[in-house]
């Protein structure tokens, strides 16, 4: 088939919209996905049930779990999920919050289109909203320190309201709160927190309340050989990345194997070979030794005569926890393993569960990576356990790296509205202050939909919060738990500034980014051109 094409040359196969139609539709898909995400929000957050086409269900109220399981395909929804994907790599939390700030904001957007406002004008506008918001953000937000237990647990809690691990939230979040104080760095008086510092690793056949922090890196391996140790302690740890065998190519070469002695002569070399580099190994005091690529026969059997437990094929991600856990260098070659490389971990151990094999590297003294073994009866358990406490660690580690707190329940957004209104009253006149103040009311999108959620009228119990904040009561919000106004500061409703500073900058990009789009062309997707 010859496909006709335009003037442009874009095949008529091709969907095409433009101008004004390109930016109705854009918004509509994006504020149809808010819509979607909108009713998980807060504790009282619906649950979603998704199947995916194998018949695989899902069941969840996490926004973020509900936007990968959706897979939708239209290139301005993607772009609303790929501001979730940042803001669940940044902070590890707020990923429902941005969806449905994206959608208000834009939904704002279309009633300034519809008043014939030039979309560059209010993507302009908007980017000017954000900047003070960010200001008004960053004013409102209470410092916290590294000790402020109380503070820090009441985030911890907060992050895990009203989720399936609501029963196990006391041990989870006192689990977060040690995982994150230990892999925490200080870099003068910034803390800085590594990216692959507390990993999350799920167990099931357990209840969640039995969950554990590792002081050091759980690794889905074997042992090398089924003659070495099947425990270490006092583990001398040593990690080398590059294979332990004979590729000296000159040997392999050199050697024209003619009779069978010479071939014997040849495997005594490489085993002679072989057993240097293991002794090279046990005279640094290494016992325990992982191996990123292949450790070659014989080596493995030597080293299990030698009573060192060695793991080969270690994927490098876990070399480097295993690097930052135990204090160890990684090293290229068995030659190059000096005790001044080893690490140290109180306990190696291989352990089989069901069906799986684990090493434990445990009791490191002052580990720079954990791991935080969270349990669930079944695998859905374990799953949303593992969900919820990768929230509350992701808002710890935020809280303390940026150094500031805000009360949620809707408080923040409230005043937040409220101090953008005012500044756009007194700063910026005509389209401007319009804009902003479009941008501001769009806010109030988050106290709206917790107050919906927990079945009160959003108009009369968001009108009281205001009024509240009128009276300077900057910390009012409404907390859906009791179905009333509190004040969210004293009822310890907390979150880390940077959700929300996050979810800002993630949902303004969203919006100014399709603000800019004044044409969308979508190919049919391949499968569905074939048999024509
Ligand atoms: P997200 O994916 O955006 O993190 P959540 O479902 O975790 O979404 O909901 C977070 C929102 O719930 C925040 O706005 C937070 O302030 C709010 N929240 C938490 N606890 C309460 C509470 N007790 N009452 C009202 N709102 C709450
Ligand atoms: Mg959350």
Known sequence: MVNRRDTLGVSEDMERTTGRDAHRSNISVIHALAQTVRSTLGPKGMDKMVVDGLGDIVVTNDGFTLLNEMRVRHPAAKLAIEAAVTQQDKVGDGTTTVIVLAGEVLRKAEDLLEMDLHPA???????????????????????????????????????????????????????????????????????????????????????????????GVLLARERAHPSMPTRVERANVGLIDQP?????????TRIHISDPRQMQAFVEQERKNLAEMVERIVASG???????????????????????????????GDLVRLAKATGARIVSSPHMLDAAYLGRAGKVREETLGKSTFIYVEDCEDPKAVTLLVKGSTAHAAEEARRALEDAVGDIGSALTRGKVVAGAGAVEVELTRRLRERARTELTGKERLVTEAFADAMTVVPRTLIESSGADAIDQLSLVEARHERHDIWCGFDVVSGQLVDAWEAGILE?????????????????????????????????????
């Open 121 to 215: 004008v209010i993507a302009r506008g908007f980017r000017t909203a954000e900047r003070m918001a960010q200001e008004i953000l960053e004013d409102i937000g209470e410092a916290v320190g590294p000790d402020d237990d109380e503070i820090i647990t009441r985030i911890a809690h907060t992050a895990m309201t009203g989720k399936a691990v609501e029963s196990a939230k006391e041990t989870l979040a006192s689990l977060a709160i040690q995982a994150v104080r230990k892999v925490i760095r200080y870099d003068g008086k910034r803390a800085v927190i590594d990216d692959d510092g507390v990993k999350l690793e799920r167990m099931v056949g357990e209840p969640t309340e039995a969950s554990t922090l590792m002081k």
């Open 496 to 532: 880390p500034l940077e959700i929300k500073t996050q979810a800002l900058a993630s949902a303004t990009e969203v919006a100014v980014t399709i603000l800019r789009i004044d044409d969308i062309l979508i190919g049919d997707a391949p499968a569905a051109e074939s048999g024509g």
């Open 286 to 316: 290494c016992n325990v030794l992982f191996c990123q690529q292949n450790i070659e026969e014989p080596a493995d059997d030597f080293l299990s005569q030698a009573g060192v437990f060695a793991v080969r094929r270690v994927p490098r």
């Open 244 to 252: 332990i065998e004979i590729k000296d190519p000159e040997i392999a």
